[in-house]
């Protein structure tokens, strides 16, 4: 990437570094970002004399709520009484045995489940189950075309293998257009609300702010509540990614918002604006709370044309990465790597690590835990040494080209470790691959120093890996890693985790998932039988795939919680004969968004159970279950019991 000097505040002239179609780079007369949103390859140098129209516009919008649907649900709510624990515990000693073999290929694609004739947009896609019947259902969103969400109902009965969606869009109100979506209860009745986000690309009339479900799945538009506005001036925020989570540990959902440039409808960049965090209050109102500064010094050091500018938020993924029992924030940030010859860099637009030391205050320890920025990249080069330009260094690392990210325990040990998207070029020697961040562990709270380790694990370097996931595809109890790509020719790639934590990439024909240009996917068990299945938001309007692979025992774990009733932040422990496995309840995460099932299938490979199973709940409450049956799906109730969902 190839950054001109700018003066901050005033107009950059921007175009899209290779869209999703594979067109080639633009000339280096002119900035240059990657996106996945297919741009013009050319912009007309913008007028840069309406100074006046970059300042800052924080006033909330004037948009009217819609009318609410009156709740017309059963008063009594659902039936939380707990089953006999004789169904669901386990006794005696657990028996373990080695998972039954993977068996290829592993997955079976079932797009005839989409409705006949509904042409689905490429872009992004969300888990939630919006009309609260416990099955997980879809929301599809486009990047550049139709971006108004299409809802998709999970009409599958559960252990059917005739799998049908059902297109609800209609029928849930939610038609606007928006960039983003990220659900989560925000008002704490049970069931999932949604905040949209916007941009240039979402036109004028796109709308931005907060939606509450009437939990049947109709959604009101309640405008921002409390959020500030997403323009600067006359031109639009780029808001990159979300993620709803209880930062404070007051039972209510709090948001963090990422943004990129600020862009006009003509599809023209401006400088960034800082991310934005909010309080929630328990009804869907927000409030802003104040980050600290997001400027990198060595950017204004080293040109103080930038004082002040920002970093570019491109995507995000919370977790409590040190075990203190409050959730924290990974932001990968977009930057270019090392410039080529005839370029001095601009940007130190480093990884931020917030670390949630209580009642929101953040602090960046990216550098610290070494996850902040790019240390290697193509044709063997290991370390990023100082630019030298003009008789003027540079110093290094100057950043990363950062998109989606994934949280998850793939050691076994009882830490979370960190898989970090990226996008390389080749005339980039420093911008990075596919980065796996292992984290050392240690005791709750204490500073965790992260590994980087693709190469030793047997990840392969690839031009650009925009979303990688873990997860679990065989029921071993070890985690997978998903990764799905842009440029040319590039197809979607899956490794499976061998018994030594490596990784091994399977072939397409292994696999089952030949496709081009794919697009992220979406983990969720659509027939409810204990593997995971996916729905890709891409090709031909978006593709499902049954999980054929999966053979050993499983636990499906679903969490409601007090408050946040949804239990954002709550962490399951347990044990098996591969060591201790980990998993999150999260609301928002990657690039642009997308959003996993919040019910969590642990692989048990061939034991009889899960042992030691404990639930950490996002207030501190410890919940402990002990030794678990394997094979069962239960839904946990904070402070009244277990249910056993349709034994």
Partial sequence: MRLLPVVPLLALSIAACGDASGNADV?????????????????????TADAADTAADTSPDTVQPDTIVPDTRDTQGPDTTPSDPSLWKHVGAITTAAAPAATFPLFANRAAAIPTGLTLPEGRAMVVDFDVDGRDDLVVLGTSVGMKPIFLRNATPRGSSD??????????????????????????????????GTSFRSGADGKHGIWLNDGRGHFSYLGNNGLASNKVGSRFKEMAAATLADFDKDGRLDLYVAMWNVGDLAGNFYLQTADELYRGDGTGVFASFPLPDQHNPLTSQMDPSYAGVPRRGYGLCPADFDDDGDLDLFVNNYGAGRPAADDPPHYWEWNFLWRNDGAMAFTDVGEAAKVHATIRGIGGVQREDPVVYDGKTYPGPI????????????????DLDLAVGQIAHPDYPQTDRLMLHVNPGGEP??????????????????????????????????????????????????????????????TWAESGVDITQPGPTLWLDVDQDGDLDFFMPKTAGGTLFENTAAHGHWLAIELVGTAPRDATGARITLESAVGKQVREVIGGTGHYNTQQSRREIFGLGGDSGAANVVIRWPDGEIQTLGDVKANLHLRVYQGVGVQVVDP
């Fill in 445 to 506: 709270g204490s500073a965790r120093v992260f590994t980087e380790e693709s190469m030793q694990r047997g990840l392969e370097y690839y031009e650009d890996e925009l979303h990688p996931v873990f997860v679990d595809v065989d029921n071993d109890g070890r985690l997978d890693l998903a990764v799905s790509r842009l440029r040319g020719g590039s197809k979607w790639e899956v490794y499976l985790q061998t018994a030594d934590k490596k990784f091994g990439k399977r």
């Fill in 27 to 47: 000339p280096d007369t002119v900035d240059t970002v990657d996106t996945d949103t297919a741009s013009p390859d050319t912009v007309d140098t913008v007028d």
């Fill in 399 to 414: 950043g990363g080209n950062g998109f989606g990210c994934s949280w998850g325990d793939f050691d076994n040990d009882g």
């Fill in 163 to 196: 799998w049908a969606f059902e297109d609800v869009t209609a029928q849930t109100g939610m038609d606007a257009s928006m960039v983003l979506l990220v659900f989560g209860d925000l008002d704490n009745d049970g069931d999932p609300d949604a905040f949209s």
